[in-house]
């Protein structure tokens, strides 16, 4: 099982809608989540943190269920510009090394 | 701004050449960083950790002796890719956290081609 799974897509989304994404991790002591964007051809760039207690910025919420291991990420009104690869990052408890799930890749279509 | 750059940004070389990588964290120290490569349509995978003043951690099944890392300076950490193959060729990123334990920022990466 890899550590840190999420499906690949892609996901073929109209102007507007609403898209969520699940990632699961299989580490129970992992620390810290994130969830990075990743443009075509360039480096991932952090898009926000996850915290249990969930967390919102603009269209964007992040949620975190320790129970279950799995992290979401949930896309309201979407634009055009959100189309990109959207990677699950888990730290595992005492140290900094980010694992990376495989990404899922999303297309905004006009 | 950008706060780890990397050097060059893309390189063209001949099989059997060493190429070197720079990156550097531009605003803060780095005592870690990391390295990732990633294949077309493939995710990032860890391939070692830079510590600054002490041997570099390989993850398995990365040959040490092919991928050599010095982290000279707590701002500078360098990978050099020795007697490069075409399976050698793919996109070489770095990363370094500000904070221990926090997010990392990553490197514009390296787009390494061998011919």
């Known amino acids: 099982r890899k550590e840190v799974e999420q499906d690949p897509g892609p996901f073929n989304v109209p102007e507007g809608a609403t898209v969520a994404f699940n990632c699961t991790y299989s580490n129970s002591a992992s620390q810290s989540f994130f969830w990075y964007r990743q443009d075509c051809r360039k480096e991932p760039k952090l898009l926000m943190s996850v915290y249990s207690s969930g967390n919102e910025d603009g269209r964007f919420t992040a949620q975190l269920n320790r129970a279950s291991q799995y992290i979401s990420l949930l896309i309201r009104d979407s634009k055009l510009s959100d189309s990109a690869t959207y990677l699950c990052v888990v730290i595992g408890f005492g140290n900094e090394k980010l694992t990376f799930g495989t990404g899922t890749r999303l297309t905004i279509i006009p | 701004g950008a706060v780890v750059s990397q050097h060059p940004s893309w390189v063209i070389c001949k099989s059997g050449t060493s190429v070197k990588i720079e990156c550097r964290s531009l605003?803060?120290?780095?005592?870690?960083m990391f390295w990732y490569r990633q294949f077309p349509k493939q995710s990032l995978m860890l391939m070692a950790t830079?510590?600054?003043?002490?041997?570099?951690?390989?993850e398995q099944g990365v040959e040490k002796d092919k991928f050599l890392i010095n982290h000279a300076s707590l701002t500078l950490s360098t990978l050099t890719v020795t007697s490069a193959h075409p399976e050698d060729s793919s996109f070489y990123i770095c990363s370094a956290p500000k904070v221990p334990l926090e997010t990392q920022y990553f490197g514009p990466g390296t787009r390494l081609l061998v011919l």
């Open positions: 605003d803060f120290q780095a005592t870690t």
């Open positions: 830079s510590n600054e003043g002490s041997k570099a951690t390989y």
